[in-house]
């Protein structure tokens, strides 16, 4: 556990490197890892709905194709929402990046470990439900690579990045939902309804 | 392939709805009275098709589809219903759009008795998520109902089911399995 990458830093990196970027945040650290990083209107912050950040992102990469669209989440929120890594492969949209956190741990509730500290390499499921380019991020040359390949919106992309039991202060985003909804739409050109 | 279903005026008419209403996503988990629609989705090189592996991800994906300017729908039948329950706190806490059209089971002519528990919760389970739900109960106002919807829910952002009784879909005998 000594190298593994520290997760604020390993967000900021990619976020850094892909200002253009549609963001979606799965509840709990990662939506506080990316409003650490910078408040952008572009960031849609999940609190709750888990299981939703990749099918969120699978809908919102389908309408913006010409955007890179980014789902950030966490080991635990993939774990729920696992059958949309089937759904995202079946559709394949070029343009879609999904970044797991991976800390082998549910850091919401108490640290206990999840299925990825007990077995489960998500990478592997990742490709076994069809999503060809997918990997595992443990350095930040690797990071580095896999922003260069999401900005190129060439392929559906899966990284799981190994990220350590650091304590971090919570950064926390606006909860209101329907602001958030309001202010990305905006960012876009699109009217609230 | 879509010659097993025979395309009956009611199973025209809710893609005819949903095309007009200028819908570009359409989210499915399969069931055999959406399987026209489905094909029709297909086939259409404006709407993308896409399958789910559980009716939750629609919900989810419908929310994706309408932050990037998309309107989307989701096809289900009334088990995907429970499916859904957590993921409707999206809708109500971000007041997303969202229309649905679900196919009923366990309530007319039904002969699998699984389907009873969720066919006779569903009605209510969409309304205490805070889902409107509308009925369509004769084929000939199946079109009129999904345009009803979606102008509640595109026009005016709210949250729809219309749901297809059991009546007017007919007892299951249009697929050998």
Redesign the interface.
């Given at each position: 556990m000594t190298d593994l990458l520290e997760r604020r830093s390993a967000v900021s990196t990619l976020l850094d490197r892909l200002p253009d970027a549609?963001v979606?945040t799965g509840l709990g650290s990662p939506t506080y890892d990316v409003y650490a990083a910078g408040q952008r209107d572009t960031n849609?912050y999940?609190?709750?709905?888990?299981?939703?950040?990749?099918?969120?992102?699978?809908?919102?990469?389908?309408?913006?194709s010409d955007r890179s669209v980014l789902a950030v989440t966490g080991d635990g929120e993939q774990l729920m929402?696992i059958?949309?890594l089937?759904?995202v492969a079946?559709?394949a949209p070029p343009n879609l990046t999904i970044v797991v956190l991976d800390n082998g741990h549910f850091g919401e509730t108490g640290m206990q470990a999840s299925h990825t500290s007990l077995g489960t390499d998500l990478a592997a499921v990742a490709r076994g439900f069809g999503i060809a380019r997918a990997r595992t991020v443990e350095t930040t040359e690797q990071l580095v690579e896999l922003t260069d390949v999401a900005a190129q919106r060439s392929g559906t992309t899966f990284a799981c990045v190994r990220v350590g039991l650091h304590e971090n202060a919570r950064a926390m985003p606006p909860r209101d939902?329907?602001a958030?909804?309001h202010s990305?739409?905006a960012a876009?050109g699109?009217t609230?309804? | 392939m879509s010659t097993a279903v025979a395309a009956t005026t009611w199973q025209e008419s809710v893609f005819r709805g949903l095309k007009k209403a200028g819908v570009r996503q359409v989210a499915y988990v399969p069931d055999a009275g959406h399987a026209h629609a489905i094909q029709q989705a297909k086939d259409d090189p404006e709407i993308r098709d896409v399958v789910l592996t559980t009716e939750e991800e629609g919900v989810a994906l419908v929310c994706g589809a309408w932050l990037g300017g998309d309107r989307a729908v989701l096809l289900m039948q009334s088990s995907g219903v429970g499916n859904c329950v957590n993921m409707f706190s999206l809708l109500e806490s971000c007041r997303f759009p969202f229309l649905t059209i679900v196919t009923m089971r366990g309530e007319y002519a039904e002969f699998n008795p699984w389907q009873g528990p969720m066919g006779r919760a569903t009605q209510r389970a969409l309304e205490l998520m805070g889902v409107t739900v509308m009925r369509v109960e004769d084929p000939d106002e199946v079109e009129a109902t999904i345009s009803a919807a979606a102008d509640s829910v595109f026009l005016a952002g709210e949250r729809v089911a219309v749901l297809l009784g059991q009546k007017m879909i007919g007892r299951k005998k249009w697929e050998q399995d």
């Open positions: 549609l979606v849609f999940l609190w709750g709905a888990m299981g939703g950040a990749v099918p969120l992102a699978l809908g919102l990469a389908l309408a913006q929402g059958g949309s089937a759904s079946a559709c939902g329907v958030n909804k990305f739409r876009l699109l609230t309804f | -």
